[in-house]
Nanobody, 114 residues
């Protein structure tokens, strides 16, 4: 059973920064993709950023230039550095990991407010 432990959410003022982290454990297979999705109230879940086992990255247009995704040396952790945060970044951010199957974390709240 794959377990994902997320950390780093919280409340920040516009223009501030937060760093989200996710650690995956329990997988019997190689992890191919790790990333983050988010869901704001009343909206559908959307991709934020992904990173593959070859360190290829994908970003939503709305976060390009502000967010940076990276994997740890052990390849079972993924971080999301979020800079220049905006109120529209407020959402529940969920870690996403793909080995043989797709796995989701519980989610961590990010609130950007004056």
């Amino acid at each position: 059973q794959v377990q994902l432990v997320e950390s780093g959410g919280g409340l920040v003022h516009p223009g501030g920064s937060l760093r989200l982290s996710c650690a995956a454990s329990g997988s019997r297979f190689s992890i191919n993709v790790m990333g983050w999705y988010r869901q704001a109230p009343g909206k559908e879940r959307e991709l934020v950023a992904l990173i593959t086992s070859r360190d290829t990255t994908t970003y939503a247009d709305s976060v390009k230039g502000r967010f940076t995704i990276s994997r740890g040396d052990a390849k079972n952790t993924v971080d999301l550095q979020m800079n220049s945060l905006k109120p529209e970044d407020t959402a529940v951010y969920s870690c996403y990991v793909v080995d043989y199957l797709a796995h989701w974390g519980q989610g961590t709240q990010v609130t950007v407010s004056p």
